[in-house]
């Protein structure tokens, strides 16, 4: 038996099609940075490994640990008032605000 013959790998998410359906959604498309715009506010992205400092996310209230990509917004023109999001849960918010304006 050699050591080599079993290549020893992590499934990953995106190795899986069922789950890669389900978290397809968390996943980077091209249009992201339309999806993530929301008027009234500025969106930065921040890439993973950017950040040595852990946030709590405010819509999830879980935390976005350090070095995790993530997104940091706030009211136009307010940069105080800069909140770190998870990018998903932005995601998330950014649709819910678009469907009630459009209602
Ligand atoms: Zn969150």
Known sequence: M???????????PWQDAT???DIGDLL???S???ELRLDGYEV????????DKAYVCPECGNAIAAGESHVVVWPEGDPDLRRHW???CWR????RSRSESEA
Do not use: C, I, L, W
């Open 2 to 12: 050699s050591k080599g013959s079993r290549k020893k790998r992590a499934t990953r």
């Open 19 to 21: 789950a890669f359906r």
């Open 28 to 30: 980077v498309p091209s």
């Open 32 to 34: 992201e940075e339309d």
């Open 44 to 51: 930065q992205q921040v890439s993973a490994g950017r950040t």
């Open 86 to 88: 998870h990018r998903h």
């Open 92 to 95: 998330f918010e950014v649709n």
